[in-house]
Structures are given as C-alpha cells and as structure tokens.
C-alpha cells in the first residue's frame, strides 16, 4: 500500500470525519488527529473546513489520515455562535465567489442581513454578488430600486424565480467555475434553485442527510457539490451571522460606496456616525450614499468591537 504523503482538498466534513479529493480525483475518507483539533483550539479557528488543501496519507487500515492543514489563503467566515468555542468560524475556505441569496418576499427582503454577509465577503476579497429570489411574489416595479442600490456599491446582481425560472439560465452561468459559495437565511430558496438548477445535485443532498440522520447525531455536514467546471456550496441554516475580526474602524472601508468619501472627513478616526465634519453623512444627504446601506452601516457598527482581542497563537 503507498503511504506516501499527498495533497488533497476537502470536500466535505462532517465532525470528525473529513472526505478529500486526490489530485486524481479520488475520494478518499480521513480521519482527523487530535494533535490538529488542539492547534485549532489555540488559534480559536475551526480545525478543518471544506475548500481545505490539506496533506494526508493512507494508513494501513486503508483510511486517509489527515497530516496538516495547508495555509488558508480566503476564507468565508463568521464568529462561532456557540458559546462553548468563542473564535473564528470558517463556512468555507478560498471560495471564488459569495452568491449571497435573499427573497423579494416571503421571507420579505433582510438588508440587514444581505449586508453582514457583503461585509464579510469584503473583509476577505471575496468578490460577492446578490440573487434576489422569488420575483413571482412581488409587482415588478418594487425590484429595479433595490437592484440600484446595490450597483451603486458596485455589485452585480441577479433576480431569480423557481416558478416563472427568471434568471435561471443566467445564475447557472454564475456557477461555472471555481468554488462559489451560495449563502443567505434560510426559507430564502438556496436548495430549490439549485435543484431546478441541477436535478442530480438535489438528489444527492437528499441521499446525504438520509444516510447521516440514521447515524448518532443529526447532520451538520458541508459539502462541497461539483457543479460543470465548478463546486457550489450551500452554508444551510445560517441564523446568526457575527463578523469576525472586524472592529468599528475597518467597518467603513467594507462598504465600498463610502471609499470615494473616507478619506475625507474632519477626523482621521471618523465613524461616520455622529461626528461633525463627516464626508460619508455628506454625501448621504447629497443621495450619493444609499440610506439603507448607510442604516445597515451603523446597524453593524453597534455590535462591533473598539479594538480587536490579541491572540499570541495566530
Ligand atoms: P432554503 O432554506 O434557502 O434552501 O429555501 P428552500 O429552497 O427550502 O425554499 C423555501 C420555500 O420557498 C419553499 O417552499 C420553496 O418552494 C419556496 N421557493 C423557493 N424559490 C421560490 C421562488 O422563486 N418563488 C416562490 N414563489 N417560491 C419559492
Ligand atoms: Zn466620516
């Protein structure tokens, strides 16, 4: 049996147990070391995430094992919303893009949210575009406002409908290539436009959660789902979504309508809330700054922390 020691990428994990892809193409089943976990423990990151390049190598048992983690160059993140393990939770590592889904109704559009997500997508260089779902349910009219305000912070945008399948040719050009991370609150409609989208793909998410709900625990695996030249991942039942390693003096720079403003107000360390002299509050008033976006702006601020915590293990 060759042990030698390979590089892979990890399609899915499920607790400890991990599937990785040899540049071959084959999948192989590996187990995780706990000397890895208690890396991961020290840095408060997540020990092992789909979109990983990993090295492993087959044991003699015929089982991958896991050996290192290779550097994460991206990664789509959020802080962990368990208690028991403050720190870093990685959705996805080097995505090539964040889809970020919403409906026009039914669940009504979140800005709130859709916005949370932009940010973190902007904290990373992650380009990031927005779907908005289930144009069915809405009068037409309601749509190209919202579309505005979002091309004018210089997304793209797309919207979508199982039902009328607006969009659909369109989205599935999207998911060409690389890893695109499909993400957004749940109800919004993520597995149904992937399964109009890829029949074989639904199928196969079906399969899955039949196999692991018969086992101890209810599933809480991600996957990686090839998709043409491509992978598509859904992050399932987002409910919280906390920025991660963002402080509320980076915040402005994530939005990137403000950045032709920034620069230019009264106070170096402006936040652009209550601070006399504010370039951004100035081109707000001229209607050069959505006022939505600027309400999700300090929406986000409030919670975010003065200075980031210091960790000697990163
Ligand atoms: P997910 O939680 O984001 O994966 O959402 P689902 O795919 O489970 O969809 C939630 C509900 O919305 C289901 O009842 C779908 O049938 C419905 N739905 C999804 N897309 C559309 C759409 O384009 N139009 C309408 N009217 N309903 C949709
Ligand atoms: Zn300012």
């Not at 101890?216 to 906390?242: C, M, Q, S």
Request: aromatic fraction near 8%.
């Amino acid at each position: 049996m060759d042990n030698a020691v390979q590089i892979g990428l990890v399609f899915r994990v499920d607790g400890n147990r991990t599937r990785v892809r040899d540049s071959a193409g084959e999948v192989v089943d590996c187990f995780l070391p706990k000397t890895l976990r208690r890396g991961a423990r020290l840095r408060k990151t997540t020990v092992i995430a789909v979109g990983d390049q990993v090295e492993w190598s087959l044991t003699d048992s015929g089982e991958g094992k896991i050996l290192k983690i290779l550097p994460r160059e991206r990664v789509f993140s959020r802080s962990n919303p368990s208690d028991r393990y403050p720190g870093e939770d990685v959705l996805v590592t080097n995505p090539g893009r964040l889809l970020v889904i919403d409906s026009l109704a039914d669940p009504s559009f979140n800005p709130r949210f859709v916005d949370r997500l932009l940010c973190s997508a902007e904290a990373q260089n992650i380009p990031a575009a927005i779907v908005f779902n289930k144009s069915d349910l809405v009068n037409e009219n309601t749509i190209p406002p919202l579309l505005e305000r979002y091309r004018q912070a210089g997304y793209e945008t797309l919207v979508t409908s199982i039902i009328s399948g607006q969009g659909l040719g369109e989205l599935s050009g999207w998911l060409n290539t690389g890893i695109t991370l499909l993400s957004g609150r749940s109800g919004v409609g993520k597995s149904s436009l992937l399964n109009v989208l890829a029949p074989g793909l639904g199928r196969r998410v079906a399969e899955i959660s039949a196999a692991t709900n018969k086992g101890r625990h209810t599933t809480t695996a991600t996957e990686l789902l090839p998709y043409k030249n491509g992978f598509v991942i859904d992050t399932p039942g987002i409910r919280e979504f906390g920025l991660w390693r963002i402080s509320k003096g980076t915040l402005g720079r994530l939005f990137p309508e403000f950045a032709p403003y920034y620069d230019h107000c009264h106070f170096r360390d402006c936040l652009h809330d209550s601070e006399p002299k504010c370039a951004v509050k100035a081109a707000l008033a001229e209607g050069k700054i959505n006022q939505e976006r600027y309400d999700s702006y300090l929406a986000i601020l409030v919670d975010l922390p003065r200075t980031l915590p210091y960790n000697k293990y990163e």
